[in-house]
């Protein structure tokens, strides 16, 4: 494993970019009013986020495996039923998605970038690790869950 993966916990490089969003709309000006269709759409967002991750936490605790984002070789079962069969990745779908109603309740374009930022470096220095932890764990049932399901959606 690389040095700068699986270092921060998803979850707080979430809120850490979500403060960024934050205070980068605040200080660029570039906030639009208030809008009833922008707003439901951040509302969508937000509770798409959390009808992925809540249900990903449950399969986790279900399965009694780690869901400590920096040991994935610590995963003591391979999680595939449930949101699983819908994305490998459920809990990161619904930190991005969280994200994007972030941005849309901003109402700064430029905020938009913090989810896609937040999904690539997510892939980089969280999924790819844990990817390979897998694999070496669980071997030919990983690769065949790869084959069946997408890592995002």
């Given at each position: 494993m690389q040095r700068m993966e699986t270092v921060v916990p998803p979850p707080i490089l979430c809120v850490v970019f979500a403060l960024i969003m934050g205070l980068g709309a605040d200080a660029a000006g570039t906030v639009m009013p208030a809008h009833g269709g922008r707003l439901g759409l951040a509302g969508l967002a937000g509770a798409a986020g959390l009808m992925f991750a809540a249900p990903a936490f449950r399969a986790f605790g279900r399965a009694n495996t780690t869901i400590d984002p920096t040991r994935p070789d610590a995963a003591s079962a391979l999680v595939t039923n449930?949101?699983?069969?819908?994305?490998?990745?459920?809990m990161y779908v619904g930190l991005t998605a969280l994200?994007?109603?972030?941005?849309?309740?901003?109402g700064a374009p430029a905020a938009l970038l913090g989810p896609v930022a937040f999904?690539?470096?997510?892939?980089?220095?969280?999924?790819?690790?844990?990817?390979r932890a897998l694999l070496a764990k669980f071997g030919d049932s990983y690769t065949a869950y790869c084959r069946r399901v997408r890592r995002w959606l």
């Amino acid at each position: 494993m690389q040095r700068m993966e699986t270092v921060v916990p998803p979850p707080i490089l979430c809120v850490v970019f979500a403060l960024i969003m934050g205070l980068g709309a605040d200080a660029a000006g570039t906030v639009m009013p208030a809008h009833g269709g922008r707003l439901g759409l951040a509302g969508l967002a937000g509770a798409a986020g959390l009808m992925f991750a809540a249900p990903a936490f449950r399969a986790f605790g279900r399965a009694n495996t780690t869901i400590d984002p920096t040991r994935p070789d610590a995963a003591s079962a391979l999680v595939t039923n449930g949101i699983y069969r819908v994305t490998r990745n459920p809990m990161y779908v619904g930190l991005t998605a969280l994200l994007l109603s972030w941005a849309l309740w901003l109402g700064a374009p430029a905020a938009l970038l913090g989810p896609v930022a937040f999904a690539l470096l997510i892939a980089r220095y969280q999924i790819m690790p844990e990817e390979r932890a897998l694999l070496a764990k669980f071997g030919d049932s990983y690769t065949a869950y790869c084959r069946r399901v997408r890592r995002w959606l």
